[in-house]
């Protein structure tokens, strides 16, 4: 089998940033790009947990679905599988600069919130009570002083 493109990037030298990792174009002719959301420094760095993500992905799905701006185009936000940060799927032919703010105010929601995450109930959510917050808001401080000076593009 051919290898898929996200194994070709080295992430021995990846840094957190905002990456494009795709574009598709859905047959109705749609272009969808995917954002790796890269928080830690893979192989180098411990991975975030998953109970943190768990609650990351329920704060910034909600965050980014209500946002006056872009919530029309926000198709996902997800965890990516080895931990080390989320996927954010947009409508659009989107570059990185263009969502740097939105993952901005994100990650500054993200790492303020307090209260009740939203849809953690068993009605809600299948895995309600595996969830982080605390995890959550410092993961989301962290990377958000990341992006002072963001990386956005991936590395040779």
């Not at 982080?132 to 956005?152: I, K, S, T």
């Amino acid at each position: 089998m051919e290898k898929i493109a996200s194994f070709t990037i080295n992430h021995l030298v990846l840094e957190p940033g905002i990456y494009v990792s795709r574009r598709d174009r859905t047959p109705a002719g749609d272009v969808l790009t995917t954002f790796d959301i890269r928080m830690t420094r893979p192989n180098r760095e411990e991975a975030l947990t998953p109970r943190a993500l768990h609650a990351m992905e329920h704060l910034a799905a909600t965050f980014l679905r209500n946002h006056p701006q872009w919530k029309e185009r926000v198709v996902y936000w997800g965890p990516m599988g080895c931990c080390t940060g989320n996927y954010l799927i947009m409508q659009g032919e989107l570059e990185s600069a263009d969502i740097l703010q939105l993952v901005r105010e994100t990650m500054k929601f993200v790492s303020e919130f307090e209260g009740d995450v939203p849809g953690a109930t068993p009605r809600d959510c299948g895995n309600y009570s595996f969830m982080d917050l605390p995890a959550a808001r410092l993961a989301a401080a962290r990377y958000l002083a990341e992006l002072q000076n963001p990386v956005m593009v991936y590395p040779e």
